[in-house]
């Protein structure tokens, strides 16, 4: 059972930046591909970037891409997600979610994490 916590968000000004954590407990940290999604009010949980075991691989959602950076440290157990450029547009609960892979690819479907964190609040204003 992999346990996923969440660190980072906060209120921000629009233009500016924030990077969220995501420390992962209770498994092998490596053997999981790693993804950060979003839920905006009233609106349905979205991908925003995702990355392989590896870490050599990664997607982005077009609406951050050139925006944000995700990266990992596997020694650490930890994944990060850089975000700049805020926008009001970006206010969301950001989570962290964790799915076994046996290849080293990346995956932006929301059904295949088994493993989601609780969650931490983006708002940014404008």
């Known amino acids: 059972q992999v346990q996923l916590v969440e660190s980072g968000g906060g209120l921000v000004q629009a233009a500016g930046s924030l990077r969220l954590s995501c420390a992962a407990s209770?498994?092998?940290?490596?053997?999981?591909?790693m993804g950060w999604f979003r839920q905006g009010p009233g609106k349905e949980r979205e991908p925003v970037a995702a990355?392989?075991?590896?870490?050599?691989?990664?997607y982005y959602a077009d609406f951050v891409k050139g925006r944000s950076t995700i990266s990992r440290d596997n020694a650490k157990n930890t994944v990060y997600l850089q975000l700049n450029s805020l926008k009001p547009e970006d206010t969301a609960v950001y989570y962290c979610?964790?799915?076994?892979?046996?290849?080293?690819?990346?995956?932006?479907?929301?059904?295949?994490?088994?493993?989601w964190g609780q969650g931490t609040q983006v708002t940014v204003s404008s």
């Open positions: 979610a964790a799915r076994p892979a046996y290849a080293d690819s990346w995956s932006s479907s929301r059904h295949d994490y088994n493993y």
């Open positions: 990355i392989s075991r590896s870490g050599g691989s990664t």
């Open positions: 209770g498994g092998t940290f490596r053997w999981y591909g």
